[in-house]
């Protein structure tokens, strides 16, 4: 008995010291991390704002100001927001505590902190220099730290109770016991600090873990949450927010970006020079920036005439060619590949099994062997580019849908984001695909699939349930296939704001002008417009049948209006994409017999590819816009048409099929397949007041600027960078175990 007394003497002892060796350190751990955080999130508001505020004060808009800076202090963290021109302090929010002065603040040439006291709590005050008017000014940014203190507080509790609760119960035991399980309390406290430093601090996903370190990882994850204001509602997400967002979240990482088009084409020109074509692409707006921060490589097809001559010997490329800060890596194709890898098995395949537009897949097993070879080609390709065992790599669209498993054979540690551009159908309909269980299997390969409607993500998870073996958790969305968990997730593609191709467009009476001119147009002529390529999911024939619907109905128009259909040409190898070309070409005539004359064609085709600035021009010309699709995933030309009216006017006539109708309700919402419902669209948006356009384009502007294609990408990588961390804490605990395992 004397000996078990002693140990467990000796036991309360250790717990004694570890208490009190502990409690100050983990209280003052997590009072530094909280500080550094606010630090962090005060740089984070600057950098978001700091562009309109200079604006702003350069203006004299002290209103303006004022509610910029009230919109940046409803965060809950932030408790006020001022700028301190000398000693006097401008614009301050309601929340401002009435003893601060600028005086209080650390000010200088650099960013500064400091902490003050009002009633009783500690304040952080964040200092950052901004010029306005050529006057040196700060924009300070205040933060209350009492939530600092009471996570302390929470941290020292928790550590106290469970060290005393082991305390009382190592001293009933043996001591082999006794110091054993003392060994896996320390080892516990160790792993949660070690993630802690390693910046990992998400929850690990293991529910058998030891509660000591549990309670702090639990304080660690709500501090971790706080960081993420650079996804919070009012960021103003551009290409310099999204290399923020890589700065702070991924530092280090390496970025591989996978899809079918490059970012950089070389072709051969008539004079047998070489020219460089950049594809009008929100895909590449979007992703462009994030290999340039990271100085990344982006794998794809290469299909310019002069491509290969500009390689090196491992078919590399640095891109921008003014500017080189990534490697544009080529992947060759024969014209056999090329045939039933893209037109065979992905478009005549895929592309019409996704689209409901009741054009019937062709599935030749062929074509599917062109398209499982081409993903091994460019998952070897992916591999030797690979500098580190843990990549993170963005696979984007349904081209590559067994690339994800391939990868995930050869780099099991790597982060694969999926994005799946096109719409996801029914289990029913995708069941009747040949290859259905491989190619779910090669998707959930992915760490993350991305969809651009919750719809499509709920259609992808009854695949899943209906046709392979796994486990679906519909709480989180996520799959968990051969041991590996899938996290499937909506997140709506969108374009660049503003619009590249707005820059130096006319103002909106001159596009009018400029456009009835040339295609011979009165001046008083009403237009609408539609731009599409010649694709069955896009719906011309249905539009063209409404305008018929509309001039049959409303003779009034006669001579008034015009519809403007502007198709590119594309897959003409493809016999649907050469009949649809035929048909609308027939219509477009027919319709044109039926309700044209002396000179007036209500429905003029214009069958070419259109540069971004024509297209934009032809926006802001038009009267209204047509978006018909039958289905589709999201369709930027609704998100377009919107951006490129600056003046709020026009109107926006949207299917309801197209995933943007779920983003841009204020459109005109229309059935496609309903031609008479579409034709009193027409007339209801060519008779509707422009108060009424201006507040619903007002609408939908807001809308399309504050979920552009940067906030796209910024989402997917932001969710890549907390299942990284997630990750590390995983294989820390691991490690942890195995070295307890080892010592026991």
């Known amino acids: 008995m004397r000996i078990i007394f002693r140990f467990g003497g000796i036991a309360?002892?250790?717990?004694?010291?570890?208490?009190?060796?502990?409690?100050?350190?983990?209280?003052?751990?997590?009072?530094?991390?909280?500080?550094?955080?606010?630090?962090?999130?005060?740089?984070?508001?600057?950098?978001?704002?700091?562009?309109?505020?200079?604006?702003?004060?350069?203006?004299?808009?002290?209103?303006?100001?004022?509610?910029?800076?009230?919109?940046?202090?409803?965060?809950?963290?932030?408790?006020?927001?001022?700028?301190?021109?000398?000693?006097?302090?401008?614009?301050?929010?309601?929340?401002?505590?009435?003893?601060?002065?600028?005086?209080?603040?650390?000010?200088?040439?650099?960013?500064?902190?400091?902490?003050?006291?009002?009633?009783?709590?500690?304040?952080?005050?964040?200092?950052?220099?901004?010029?306005?008017?050529?006057?040196?000014?700060?924009?300070?940014?205040?933060?209350?730290?009492?939530?600092?203190?009471?996570?302390?507080?929470?941290?020292?509790?928790?550590?106290?109770?469970?060290?005393?609760?082991?305390?009382?119960?190592?001293?009933?035991?043996?001591?082999?016991?006794?110091?054993?399980?003392?060994?896996?309390?320390?080892?516990?406290i160790r792993q949660a600090l070690e993630s802690a430093r390693a910046g990992a601090a998400g929850p690990p996903e293991e529910e058998n873990i030891i509660p000591l370190g549990q309670e702090i990882r639990d304080v660690l994850q709500e501090l971790e949450a706080s960081r993420r204001t650079i996804d919070a509602a009012h960021t103003d997400w551009s290409p310099d927010t999204l290399r923020a967002a890589l700065s702070n979240e991924l530092s280090g990482s390496e970025v591989i970006v996978v899809s079918n088009r490059e970012p950089y084409i070389h072709n051969r020109a008539e004079n047998g020079g070489i020219s460089l074509q950049i594809p009008a692409s929100g895909l590449v707006s979007a992703l462009e920036p994030v290999v340039r921060a990271c100085g990344g490589t982006w794998v794809a097809h290469g299909s310019g005439t002069a491509d290969r001559d500009t390689v090196d010997a491992n078919d590399r490329v640095p891109v921008p060619p003014a500017n080189p800060s990534y490697t544009l890596r080529r992947?060759?194709?024969?014209?056999?590949?090329?045939?039933?890898?893209?037109?065979?098995?992905?478009?005549?395949?895929?592309?019409?099994?996704?689209?409901?537009?009741?054009?019937?897949?062709?599935?030749?097993?062929?074509?599917?062997?062109?398209?499982?070879?081409?993903?091994?080609?460019?998952?070897?390709?992916?591999?030797?580019?690979?500098?580190?065992?843990?990549?993170?790599?963005?696979?984007?669209?349904?081209?590559?849908?067994?690339?994800?498993?391939?990868?995930?054979?050869?780099?099991?540690?790597?982060?694969?984001?999926?994005?799946?551009?096109?719409?996801?159908?029914?289990?029913?309909?995708?069941?009747?695909?040949?290859?259905?269980?491989?190619?779910?299997?090669?998707?959930?390969?992915?760490?993350?699939?991305?969809?651009?409607?919750?719809?499509?993500?709920?259609?992808?998870?009854?695949?899943?349930?209906?046709?392979?073996?796994?486990?679906?958790?519909?709480?989180?969305?996520?799959?968990?296939?051969?041991?590996?968990?899938?996290?499937?997730?909506?997140?709506?593609?969108?374009?660049?704001?503003?619009?590249?191709?707005?820059?130096?467009?006319?103002?909106?009476?001159?596009?009018?002008?400029?456009?009835?001119?040339?295609?011979?147009?009165?001046?008083?002529?009403?237009?609408?417009?539609?731009?599409?390529?010649?694709?069955?999911?896009?719906?011309?024939?249905?539009?063209?049948?409404?305008?018929?619907?509309?001039?049959?109905?409303?003779?009034?128009?006669?001579?008034?209006?015009?519809?403007?259909?502007?198709?590119?040409?594309?897959?003409?190898?493809?016999?649907?994409?050469?009949?649809?070309?035929?048909?609308?070409?027939?219509?477009a005539r027919e319709i044109n017999e039926r309700h044209g004359g002396e000179g007036y064609e209500p429905i003029k085709l214009l069958i070419r590819h259109h540069e971004p600035d024509e297209v934009f021009e032809l926006f802001r010309a038009a009267d209204l816009c047509i978006v018909s699709s039958l289905h589709d995933g999201m369709n930027l030309v609704a998100k377009e048409f919107v951006a490129a009216r600056d003046d709020e006017e026009g109107v926006l006539i949207l299917s309801a099929f197209a995933g943007a109708s779920r983003e841009l309700s204020e459109a005109l919402i229309v059935n496609p397949y309903n031609a008479h419902a579409m034709g009193q669209a027409i007339n209801r948006a060519l008779t509707m007041p422009p108060a009424e356009q201006r507040e619903r384009m007002r609408l939908m502007r807001d809308q399309v600027k504050e979920r552009n294609v940067y906030r796209w990408a910024g989402q997917m990588l932001l969710a890549a960078s907390r299942l990284r961390k997630r990750q590390r804490i995983r294989r820390l605990i691991t490690a942890g175990r195995n070295r307890t395992t080892a010592n026991a």
């Open 331 to 587: 992947v060759w194709l024969t014209d056999e590949e090329q045939d039933g890898y893209y037109y065979g098995a992905a478009n005549e395949g895929l592309w019409p099994l996704c689209h409901i537009a009741f054009v019937r897949p062709i599935f030749r097993e062929q074509d599917w062997q062109y398209y499982r070879s081409v993903n091994e080609k460019f998952a070897d390709a992916i591999v030797t580019e690979a500098k580190r065992e843990d990549p993170i790599i963005l696979v984007q669209d349904y081209h590559f849908a067994l690339l994800p498993r391939m990868i995930r054979n050869r780099l099991p540690q790597a982060t694969i984001v999926t994005f799946w551009h096109i719409p996801w159908p029914n289990a029913e309909t995708f069941g009747i695909c040949p290859w259905r269980e491989e190619i779910i299997d090669g998707l959930l390969g992915s760490s993350i699939l991305g969809f651009h409607t919750q719809a499509h993500c709920n259609n992808f998870l009854d695949a899943v349930d209906s046709y392979v073996e796994s486990r679906i958790n519909r709480e989180t969305d996520s799959v968990t296939f051969g041991g590996e968990e899938t996290q499937i997730r909506p997140y709506p593609i969108s374009i660049e704001w503003p619009p590249t191709a707005l820059e130096g467009q006319k103002p909106v009476e001159e596009c009018r002008r400029a456009v009835r001119e040339r295609l011979g147009l009165p001046s008083d002529m009403r237009i609408g417009v539609g731009i599409e390529r010649f694709d069955y999911t896009k719906g011309i024939l249905d539009r063209m049948q409404a305008i018929d619907v509309l001039l049959s109905e409303n003779p009034e128009w006669h001579g008034n209006f015009s519809f403007v259909q502007v198709a590119a040409p594309t897959r003409s190898k493809l016999a649907n994409y050469r009949q649809l070309q035929e048909e609308a070409e027939a219509l």
């Open 12 to 188: 309360l002892l250790v717990a004694a010291i570890v208490i009190l060796a502990v409690l100050p350190f983990a209280t003052s751990f997590v009072e530094q991390w909280a500080r550094r955080d606010v630090e962090l999130r005060s740089h984070l508001v600057f950098n978001s704002a700091r562009d309109q505020v200079a604006g702003l004060l350069a203006s004299g808009d002290a209103g303006r100001l004022t509610n910029f800076f009230e919109r940046i202090a409803s965060d809950e963290r932030v408790l006020a927001i001022g700028y301190c021109d000398g000693a006097s302090l401008r614009a301050p929010t309601r929340n401002m505590p009435p003893s601060f002065s600028c005086e209080q603040a650390a000010r200088g040439e650099a960013v500064s902190f400091s902490t003050i006291s009002s009633d009783g709590r500690d304040i952080l005050v964040s200092a950052f220099p901004l010029a306005a008017s050529g006057r040196e000014g700060h924009l300070v940014v205040l933060h209350d730290l009492s939530y600092a203190e009471l996570r302390g507080g929470e941290a020292r509790n928790y550590l106290f109770l469970a060290l005393a609760g082991v305390a009382f119960g190592a001293s009933a035991l043996a001591a082999l016991i006794a110091a054993f399980i003392m060994r896996r309390w320390l080892a516990s």
